[in-house]
């Protein structure tokens, strides 16, 4: 999609002669550490190429429209901005409507309304953040269009708030983390407790990350994401009886080993063996790439997808066929699913050699298996939500 196609269809739509200004929020993958981000221990996500463009001009009353170029058939949504409660009716316009809304209550001035077109190219309900992508979108259209002096990591939380608060998806930091302070090249090892990161580049030789949509739709507020963090609160508190932590990403598996007697459920007991080894494991991933030890990386990624299939039971038989067969193929040095789970998407590290009859033998496989196909994305890993420049469409 480029400037003039998505400039003549925001006018269309608005029916608005006058140039809109754009905006880009990036998807994100996570390389690994799952589900830890909630339990306070660490993520090795990137943003990605594939993303969130937005549209916008403000308006000189206080009429929000939002126009999706992904949902044409829900037309345009409008609400006026004394009004930006939650409503059901107005479906994926929440997620603008929610960071607009808690712009407004944390004290920044949007006194006129925008008219906001979206595009997006991440696959509807792929895994790759899509959701946390218009919300950071929405947030760089709101400082560009009316001069704001926002924090990066603010808006971050902003977009969280939305999730957590708005929406009613108890999920982490993670997903606007990455979308909001992605750099091209660069993963970025996050302490989810502390907040504290560090870039990484990622280098990974000859080799290239292949994304697998496994075209199995997944929804978060209806899935057991908010169960998951539940049993692993509850664990978390049973650990609290005998020894002062404020998160399981603060316990080392030597550590959890002596105390996981004391969690009463079993089930919540391998929920908790999973935030403490994942969260070990992506540790160590940095370690590894350091060192430009891709082969130990993938290593790490094939054990994290066993823990999330096994001992946080996320995946789902369509994650384990493509991981399994990644597994098997040749050339591939990690394979591992990204994201909440439930259906979504893995990733692959692939031997750029290689990458075509991986994709090949993938589909047959897969299609014999559950009667469609997978999809590929060859991603790179680019910059955070920003404002596009004339510079970004040359």
Same mark, same amino acid.
């Given at each position: 999609?480029?400037?003039?196609?998505?400039?003549?269809?925001?006018?269309?739509i608005?029916?608005?002669?006058q140039?809109?200004r754009f905006?880009?929020?990036?998807?994100?993958?996570?390389?690994i550490?799952e589900?830890t981000?909630?339990n306070?221990?660490h993520?090795f996500?990137?943003?990605?190429s594939?993303g969130?463009?937005?549209?916008?001009r403000?308006?000189?009353?206080?009429?929000?429209r939002f126009?999706s170029?992904?949902?044409?058939?829900k037309?345009?949504i409008e609400?006026?901005?004394?009004d930006?409660s939650?409503n059901?009716?107005h479906?994926w316009?929440n997620f603008?409507k929610?960071?607009?809304?808690?712009?407004?209550?944390?004290?920044?001035s949007?006194?006129?309304g925008?008219?906001?077109?979206?595009y997006g190219?991440?696959?509807?309900?792929a895994g790759?953040s !899509?959701?946390?992508?218009?919300?950071? $979108?929405t947030g760089?259209?709101l400082e560009g269009?009316?001069?704001? *002096? @926002?924090d990066?990591?603010r808006m971050i939380?902003l977009?969280q708030?939305v999730e957590n608060?708005y929406?009613g998806v108890n999920?982490?930091i993670?997903?606007?983390?990455?979308i909001?302070?992605?750099?091209?090249?660069?993963?970025i090892l996050l302490d989810?407790?502390?907040?504290?990161?560090?870039y990484a580049?990622?280098?990974?030789m000859d080799?290239?990350?292949?994304i697998?949509n496994?075209?199995?739709?997944?929804t978060?507020?209806g !899935?057991k994401?908010?169960?998951r963090r $539940?049993?692993?609160?509850?664990?978390?508190?049973?650990?609290?009886t *005998? @020894?002062?932590?404020s998160?399981?990403g603060e316990l080392t598996?030597?550590?959890f080993?002596?105390h996981?007697?004391?969690i009463?459920d079993?089930?919540n007991r391998?929920?908790a063996?999973?935030?403490v080894y994942?969260?070990?494991?992506?540790?160590?991933?940095?370690?590894?790439?350091k060192q430009?030890?891709?082969?130990a990386?993938?290593k790490?990624?094939n054990e994290?997808?066993?823990?999330?299939?096994?001992d946080?039971?996320v995946t789902?038989a369509e994650?384990?066929t493509?991981a399994?067969a990644?597994?098997?193929?040749?050339?591939v040095?990690?394979?591992?699913?990204?994201g909440a789970?439930?259906?979504g998407?893995?990733?692959a590290i692939?031997?750029q050699t290689?990458?075509?009859?991986?994709?090949?033998?993938l589909?047959?496989?897969?299609t014999?298996?559950?009667?469609?196909p997978?999809s590929?994305y060859e991603?790179?890993i680019?910059?955070?939500?920003?404002?596009l420049t004339?510079e970004?469409?040359t």
């Amino acid at each position: 999609m480029n400037q003039n196609e998505l400039a003549q269809t925001f006018n269309e739509i608005f029916k608005m002669d006058q140039k809109p200004r754009f905006f880009f929020a990036p998807g994100r993958i996570n390389l690994i550490g799952e589900h830890t981000d909630y339990n306070g221990g660490h993520v090795f996500p990137a943003a990605i190429s594939f993303g969130t463009y937005a549209v916008a001009r403000q308006r000189s009353d206080q009429k929000l429209r939002f126009y999706s170029m992904n949902f044409p058939e829900k037309g345009i949504i409008e609400c006026e901005l004394a009004d930006l409660s939650h409503n059901t009716d107005h479906d994926w316009a929440n997620f603008p409507k929610g960071m607009i809304y808690f712009f407004i209550k944390h004290g920044f001035s949007i006194p006129y309304g925008m008219d906001i077109l979206f595009y997006g190219n991440i696959p509807n309900g792929a895994g790759l953040s !899509s959701s946390a992508s218009i919300e950071m $979108a929405t947030g760089v259209v709101l400082e560009g269009l009316f001069d704001l *002096e @926002i924090d990066r990591l603010r808006m971050i939380q902003l977009g969280q708030n939305v999730e957590n608060h708005y929406i009613g998806v108890n999920s982490g930091i993670m997903d606007q983390f990455a979308i909001g302070k992605g750099k091209k090249d660069f993963a970025i090892l996050l302490d989810c407790q502390t907040l504290k990161y560090s870039y990484a580049p990622v280098e990974l030789m000859d080799h290239e990350i292949v994304i697998i949509n496994s075209n199995k739709q997944r929804t978060l507020a209806g !899935s057991k994401y908010n169960e998951r963090r $539940a049993q692993c609160e509850q664990a978390l508190s049973d650990i609290r009886t *005998e @020894i002062e932590v404020s998160s399981l990403g603060e316990l080392t598996g030597e550590q959890f080993e002596q105390h996981k007697y004391l969690i009463q459920d079993d089930t919540n007991r391998k929920r908790a063996k999973h935030a403490v080894y994942e969260n070990e494991r992506t540790v160590q991933a940095l370690k590894e790439l350091k060192q430009g030890n891709i082969a130990a990386f993938g290593k790490l990624m094939n054990e994290s997808h066993v823990s999330l299939r096994d001992d946080y039971e996320v995946t789902g038989a369509e994650l384990d066929t493509i991981a399994q067969a990644a597994w098997n193929h040749t050339g591939v040095i990690g394979a591992r699913m990204t994201g909440a789970g439930f259906g979504g998407c893995a990733i692959a590290i692939v031997h750029q050699t290689q990458i075509e009859s991986f994709k090949e033998n993938l589909t047959e496989s897969y299609t014999k298996e559950f009667g469609f196909p997978p999809s590929f994305y060859e991603a790179k890993i680019s910059d955070g939500a920003k404002e596009l420049t004339e510079e970004f469409w040359t």
